[in-house]
């Protein structure tokens, strides 16, 4: 049996989680649950970071212990993740004995290799993000991402020399592209460490938060330092040999973007001084805002996971998290937009399904379908088409397109009612073996629907595989996650699993199919998504060339603020800009120095496509695209506003 080792970052307990933080273990969670589902033995890790000074400090504003405070923490952090239906198999404190031998262990090994000396650090740092700055990171003097001033601190510091393994990582990069993934981290990262590294400090001086350095006990070991060694000291190191042994390297370190360089370069570098294997891949995932905003408490701009859970259930948040943004991109939670997928996706699509076959089942044939001989393999191969896309996808973490391969099953199987009408089969004795053939057919793309999306709603699957007659326990992936054309199938039949909610904002259609009055339910083949602005004159397109508002969003329009512009040397048509798309800066590459002078779009917000791979041009890495209208034969003009909402909001 294969072996699964899986990993979250550990995160702060100076506030309780939020929609972001949660979304990163929700897609954990997905990942675990597939491995599980596919047989490998499976190890998934969670935990909270506790060494940190804004820890410290907010433990001291409201008159705890430190360890009392983190205590309390961590029944807030287990119940909402419980809430969220999140399986993980260990959890780790970074206050925990196993920890502090794991980290005593590797500061140990790491000080022996003489990877360690003593200096004096003089600069910034960052308290929100714990680390230190340098001044080309600050923007007006302060950290881009906590809008905050940093502290100025001079004190005797550990370095770690960091500078030494630019060139093994360098090297361990070429050898295994899949290390850093999705590409444009890896990108990134790659360009970061090719113009060098500096050595890092790995301790801060007169502190008591935090563990104590091995080799000099008037130090605590830097948080960071101390917090990515969780991941090894959970499974053993320092301690318990026989666990290591078992699961170290682990297979996928699963973090948000603004931490990918901690994982992917002090972490190995800190592994391959100790000479430790490496893990086998990091994943980099994008940030998750709030109608096009960074979450954060100032702005309020949090979102509650427990309360976004509350609103359909645990697993219709669950898919709107996975199936509405690509993993690895930047997404966005509207209330408006989950309540209109759960309309979509749910009330309309799938809990409809259900209700219609179930229904259908138990007015022609009493509740039980079986197979007769007449096979209609026009659904067993889109079945079985699914089940392989799906299986390509979750394995290559695409975790969206995995949803995706189940919904185009789902879709396939509410066309096939239409076409094969069992009611009008039911009039017809003569057709009594194709209705009960057309009636197992879709009771078993439910059934293997539900297979494909468990990871994703791991109680709801059991539920519909509970109306459908089929076993929900001990699911697998090779027996269970394929066409299986043969056995009694005994349906219940209870209310719909996913009524549909009123938003009042979209409207949803649903639409009989005519002369059907006789169906038992509502048709849901064309959940025609009609917004209110679609006039009768934009009718004149064609149909067959319109894409669908999934194909749409799948394009990630923000909002962007040119911060810099210069001509790209050599070029007539390209400037080279500067951007603030809202979570970060970028290079962006537009073919717009016909138009503008460097100068004058500075200060300007644009639209960019922010989503796009990166391109090369004229030598520029391009970050995205900026949207410009060309009249033919004129010049382009970039699309702008009158009044600009912030940088990162969401066009569409
Ligand atoms: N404690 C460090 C991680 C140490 S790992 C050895 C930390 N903690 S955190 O609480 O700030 O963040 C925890 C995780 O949540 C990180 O991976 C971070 O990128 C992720 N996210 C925080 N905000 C997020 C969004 N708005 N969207 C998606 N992920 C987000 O960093």
Redesign the pocket.
């Known amino acids: 049996m294969s072996r699964f080792f899986l990993t ?5 307990v100076n506030s309780r989680p ?4 949660a ?2 273990k929700i897609a954990a969670d997905v990942i675990a649950r597939y491995k599980r589902l596919a047989g490998s033995e499976t190890r998934f890790l969670m935990g909270n ?1 506790e060494h ?1 000074q804004n820890v410290f400090k907010k433990a001291t504003e409201e008159g705890l212990d430190p360890l009392a405070y983190c205590d309390r923490m961590e029944v807030e952090f287990r119940r909402t993740w419980k809430h969220l239906d999140i399986s993980f198999d260990d959890f780790i404190r970074t206050t925990e004995p196993r920890h502090t031998a794991g980290v005593t262990e590797l500061a140990r090994r790491i000080h022996a290799t003489g990877d360690i000396y003593e200096g004096v650090y003089e600069g910034w740092y960052c308290l929100g993000c ?1 680390s230190f700055k340098q001044e080309k990171d600050l923007v007006d003097g302060k950290c881009p991402l906590h809008l905050t001033i940093p502290q100025w601190i001079k004190e005797k510091n550990y370095f770690f020399r960091l500078s030494k393994y630019q060139r093994p990582l360098l090297e361990h990069f070429e050898a295994h592209p899949e290390f850093l993934q999705p590409d444009i981290r890896r990108n990134e990262i790659l360009r970061l460490v090719e113009s060098g590294l500096e050595d890092i400090s790995v301790s801060r001086a007169g502190q008591a938060w935090g563990i104590p350095l091995p080799f000099d006990a008037k130090s605590v070991v830097y948080v ?1 330092f101390d ?2 060694i ?2 090894a000291s959970a499974v053993g190191l320092g301690g318990d040999q026989t666990l290591f042994k078992k699961w170290w390297p682990a297979d996928l370190h699963i ?5 990918t360089r ?2 992917s370069v002090i972490w190995p570098a800190m592994l391959m001084s100790a000479t430790l294997p490496l893990p086998r891949q990091v994943y980099g ?5 709030l109608n096009g905003q ?2 954060s408490k100032s702005l309020g701009t949090i979102v509650d996971p427990i309360e976004a859970a509350n609103r359909f259930g645990v697993d219709p948040l669950r898919l709107y998290l996975m199936k509405e943004t690509a993993f690895g991109s930047d997404g966005d939670f509207s209330w408006d937009r989950f309540a209109e997928r759960y309309n979509v996706d749910l009330a309309n699509n799938l809990g409809n399904l259900i209700s219609r076959v179930s229904a259908m089942v138990h007015r022609y044939r009493q509740g039980t379908v079986r197979p007769v001989g007449a096979v209609s393999d026009q659904l067993a191969q889109v079945g079985n088409q699914a089940a392989s896309d799906y299986r390509r996808s979750m394995e290559a973490l695409a975790l969206h397109e995995g949803a995706a391969a189940a919904y185009r099953l789902i879709d396939a199987t509410n066309e096939y009612i239409s076409e094969t009408a069992p009611w009008h089969l039911a009039k017809d004795p003569a057709m009594g073996d194709r209705l009960s053939q057309v009636l197992f057919d879709a009771t078993e793309a439910i059934r293997l629907a539900a297979v494909l999306l468990s990871p994703v709603m791991p109680s709801s699957a059991g539920e519909i595989l509970r109306r459908v007659g089929s076993r929900a326990d001990a699911l697998n992936l090779h027996q269970d996650g394929r066409w299986r054309p043969d056995g009694e199938r005994v349906l219940v039949q209870e209310g719909p699993l996913w009524p549909r909610t009123e938003t009042g904002k979209e409207q949803i259609r649903v639409t009989d199919k005519p002369g059907s009055s006789d169906q038992p339910a509502l048709t849901p083949k064309s959940q025609t998504h009609t917004h209110t602005d679609l006039s009768p004159s934009s009718n004149a397109q064609p149909l067959q060339s319109r894409i669908s508002i999934d194909d749409f969003m799948k394009v990630e329009l923000r909002v962007a603020k040119v911060l810099s512009a210069e001509r790209v040397p050599k070029s007539k048509k390209l400037l080279k800009l500067q951007v603030d798309v809202g979570t970060e800066h970028r290079t962006v590459v537009a073919g717009l120095a016909d138009t503008y002078e460097p100068e004058a779009l500075i200060g300007r917000s644009v639209v960019v496509v922010a989503n796009l791979q990166p391109a090369t041009l004229m030598g520029v890495e391009s970050n995205g695209m900026i949207l410009a209208a060309s009249p033919d034969g004129a010049k382009p003009i970039a699309v702008s506003f009158d009044e600009p909402p912030p940088p990162g909001t969401r066009v569409r």
Do not use: C, P, Q
Request: aromatic share 18%; glycine share 10%.
């Open positions: 979250t970052a550990i995160d702060y939020h929609l972001g933080t979304y990163e970071d940190s714990e960071w917090a990515l969780n991941y973090v948000g973007k603004d931490i901690f994982h995932h994008g940030f998750m805002t960074r979450m």
